[in-house]
């Protein structure tokens, strides 16, 4: 059957967008419900997530002493969210100015229902007025008042009370800032109907079967350790299969003529300010002496990239130039968001970044688009979802050469006949991106790749190319990544594949199982047979009976099983197995099974035939 690839609109529907109001009124409801259990309460924000939402709380101690909500509330606010949603409350909003919403949060005024001595609120009040934005507020019946900019139900008699849940609690600093105070973070489920909510929760314990952390330490492939808090640790397995996903990659990568760099992993501060990290990334950058001079570890590897164009005249005939680096990167995470391979504090990025003429551009970005969707194809995700992510807050150059490079990123994905979604305000501070979502075997979206269009930073490092007329030109800049973290890519195909990979990826593509050890030179001129041709095999000892080395590579997910006896070693054959195969899964004594190779699934097959066959596979990548 073949790959059946999908470009999924990411652009909201009705039925979106009435979800998304049913979990923002629920939030409501939520910071309802603990005020009541907890009148003291200071309350943060409490937006809509994918497949849920959340509200930030600060717990005063009260008569009681309590400061904290615990997982032991949560059925208790749940069955208080139930009862103000059988009372049919009305969500109601309305303007107000910035007079009425400093009263309504003071301590002074405000009202038992949400108002009332709330300095987060007001903070966002100040911040509003000064960034002169509108004020509104929503009421859910008389229970509770939030400033809130809308997208809400208009009654609760909307919402199912079985198609929700609270799921836990979590900390928070508030506006995401670790100097500022830690809140409690109460998160939540919804869906339009109980039997989403089931399926969903379904989805979530089969999830955790897979974690890819627990399948990294029965897989042999990496691991933690507190002497380096966020770092991976790759085990042999690990390696192999990470040198298989990036043998993948650079045969795609050198057939669009790349050339790859490398460049160091320390540079000067004077860099980092200059490039614009320093102003919109230091938080999250480490940083060292060396001889008086102050130095970071990179967090991106683009500015050590464009001192490589700098070092020599480039002319227009050298242009688009695309130079690639795999480079490691440091960023500081705090520890309580480190997880697994999906959040790590160093990690290898494939980067690659373009420097082209302006009238290239277009060329190069759809190049790009179709490098990066062959390269879903070949690992085997199907759908594939594209967003467009346009001008942030903080961002460096002139608007209206964003307004350019947003103007051209549409005119690629239109042209290619790409739908997309706008995601506003969530570009790179040089650039806007279009960001590439994946979805697994499970129905989760994952943002690997990414294009990001770079106007400025040729600008702020000075870059030039010499014009066919010999006057200097300024060169553009494409960003890109396909994989974006590998650690992070490679938990995602853990848990896509559970563990169980596709021929071409496994890190051990073959065991093979001598009946006894009267077999095992014959296993060893096999195996130095497959070893010759670059595949990837192992010997299972005969210490254990046959039945219980099958089981124990069925566990290891290899993807092939081959046993040798004395009827293989006479006819120079091997009698294979594939994995989930039955009989992999027998029990039977050694004997039995050695005695059945004509009844087995791809019975016995000469030697050089399974290498044949073995290698169409793994060049074909078939997953």
């Known amino acids: ?41 200071k309350l943060g924000i409490g937006p809509v997530i994918e497949n849920g939402f959340y509200y930030d709380f600060l ?8 400061t904290q909500i615990k997982e032991t509330d949560l059925p208790e606010i749940e069955k208080e969210m139930r009862r103000l949603i059988r009372m049919n409350l009305l969500f109601t909003g309305k303007k107000i100015t910035p007079a009425e919403a ?16 709330q300095p987060f609120k007001l903070e966002l009040v100040k911040e509003f007025i000064k960034e002169k934005k509108p004020l509104t507020v929503y009421k859910t019946g008389d229970v509770f008042v939030d400033l809130c900019k809308g997208g809400h139900i208009k009654n609760t008699s909307e919402i199912r009370t079985d198609a929700f849940k609270l799921t836990h609690v979590a900390g928070a600093y508030w506006r995401g800032d670790e100097k500022n105070p830690q809140l409690q973070r109460v998160y939540g489920l919804a869906f339009e109907t109980k039997k989403e909510l089931e399926e969903y929760l379904w989805q979530q314990e089969e999830i955790k079967k897979w974690d890819h952390r627990k399948i990294g330490k029965e897989l042999d492939l990496f691991s933690f350790h507190e002497e380096g808090p966020g770092f991976v640790f790759w085990h042999p397995k690990g390696m192999l299969l990470r ?14 003529d790349y050339k790859t760099v490398s460049t160091p992993i320390l540079l000067s501060e004077e860099l980092w300010r200059r490039s614009g990290h320093w102003d919109n990334y230091k938080d999250k950058m480490y940083f060292t002496k060396i001889d008086n001079r102050s130095f970071a570890i990179k967090p991106m590897n683009c500015p050590g990239v464009i001192l490589i164009y700098k070092d020599q005249t480039r002319s227009w005939r050298d242009l688009p130039l695309r130079l690639s680096e795999t480079g490691e990167v440091h960023r500081h995470e705090p520890s309580g968001t480190l997880h697994g391979l999906f959040r790590v504090r160093a990690f290898r990025q494939d980067d690659a970044h373009i420097f082209a003429l302006e009238d290239q ?18 690992i085997g995700f199907s759908e594939i979802e594209l967003e467009l992510s346009t001008r ?16 051209i990123f549409k005119k690629v994905l239109r042209g290619l006949a790409l739908k997309f979604k706008i995601n506003e305000g969530d570009g790179a501070f040089y650039g806007p991106k279009i960001d590439f979502h994946v979805k697994d075997a499970m129905g989760r979206r994952w943002q690997c790749g990414t294009i990001q269009l770079d106007f400025f930073m040729p600008e702020r490092f000075g870059l030039e190319y010499v014009d066919k007329d010999g006057s ?5 800049m494409i960003h890109r990544t396909i994989i974006g973290s590998i650690q992070r890519f490679t938990g995602i195909i853990i848990e896509h594949f559970h563990g169980a990979f596709p021929l071409w990826l496994a890190p051990l593509q073959i065991t093979i199982l001598p009946v006894s050890e009267k077999f095992s030179k014959y296993a060893e001129k096999v195996s130095e047979e497959l070893r010759k041709e670059n595949i990837r095999v192992e010997i299972s000892v005969a210490n254990e ?8 590579a069925e566990m290891k997910k290899i993807p092939y099983v081959l046993v040798v006896g004395e009827r293989e070693e006479k006819n120079k054959t091997v009698s294979v197995r594939k994995r989930g195969s039955a009989f992999a899964k027998a029990s039977a004594d050694a004997k039995t099974l050695a005695d059945k190779s004509a009844d087995k699934q791809d019975g016995e097959i000469l030697v050089e035939k399974l290498i044949e066959k073995i290698k169409k596979e793994i060049e074909n990548k078939v997953i």
């Open 243 to 256: 040198e298989a996903l990036m043998k993948a990659y650079g045969e795609l990568q050198k057939s669009a």
């Open 472 to 476: 200097p030109k300024r060169p553009v």
């Open 392 to 407: 942030p807050e903080k961002y460096i150059g002139e608007e209206k050469i964003w307004t350019k490079a947003e103007s």
């Open 1 to 41: 059957m073949g790959l059946r690839l999908i470009i999924s609109p990411m652009a909201k529907t009705a039925k979106d967008s009435k979800i998304d109001n049913i979990r923002h009124s629920l939030a409501h409801l939520l910071a309802a419900a603990v005020l009541k259990r907890f009148p003291k309460a």
């Open 59 to 66: 717990i005063n101690a009260d008569e009681r002493g309590l």
């Open 545 to 552: 009976t046959l039945g219980k080395r099958i089981r124990e």
């Open 102 to 117: 400093k009263k309504l949060f003071s301590a002074k005024g405000g009202s038992a229902s949400g108002g009332k001595d």
């Open 361 to 378: 551009i277009e060329e190069e970005v759809k190049s790009i688009i179709n490098l990066i969707i062959g390269f879903y194809k070949i």
